[in-house]
Each structure stands twice: as structure tokens, then as C-alpha cells.
């Protein structure tokens, strides 16, 4: 079965990668990968600072987009 990640899911029957869940259990220095079947989220880093990064592939590249907690609450 596929998984999505709580950003895209398409609806609450299916699995899914709970993005807000996953950033607050992290630690500093600490990421999460996971593989979201509905869009290009692939993991969760939080830095030294404390700040969430949510890491997209992007044209075949990977990119660390800066998030707030607040932003990956299931809708």
C-alpha cells in the first residue's frame, strides 16, 4: 500500500507519514527519511539551532526547505 506524507494525502484511509509528529520527536542534529508516494518530501532535519528543515526533491535534486512546526500540522 502507499504512503503519503500529511501534506498531500489524499484522504485519512490511507497511511500516512505524519510530518508533525516526526519534527517534534527529533532531536538536534537529528533527520528522519521517509519515502511520501504523492509528492517529493523526503525528510525531516532539525539543526543544531533547533530549526526544521523538510527535504524535497526538487528536478532530481534534493533541497532543505526551511519549515515552521505550525506548517506541518495534518490539515
Not at 497511511?15 to 523526503?42: P, T, W
Amino acid at each position: 500500500m502507499a504512503e503519503f506524507c500529511s501534506q498531500c494525502s489524499p484522504q485519512q484511509s490511507v497511511d500516512v507519514i505524519n510530518l508533525y509528529e516526526i519534527a517534534i520527536k527529533l532531536k538536534e542534529g537529528q533527520s528522519e527519511s521517509f519515502y511520501c508516494s504523492g509528492c517529493n518530501n523526503r525528510t525531516l532535519f532539525k539543526d543544531e539551532s533547533g530549526n526544521i528543515y523538510l527535504g524535497k526533491i526538487i528536478d532530481g535534486v534534493g533541497h532543505l526547505q526551511p519549515v515552521k512546526l505550525d506548517d506541518l500540522k495534518p490539515q
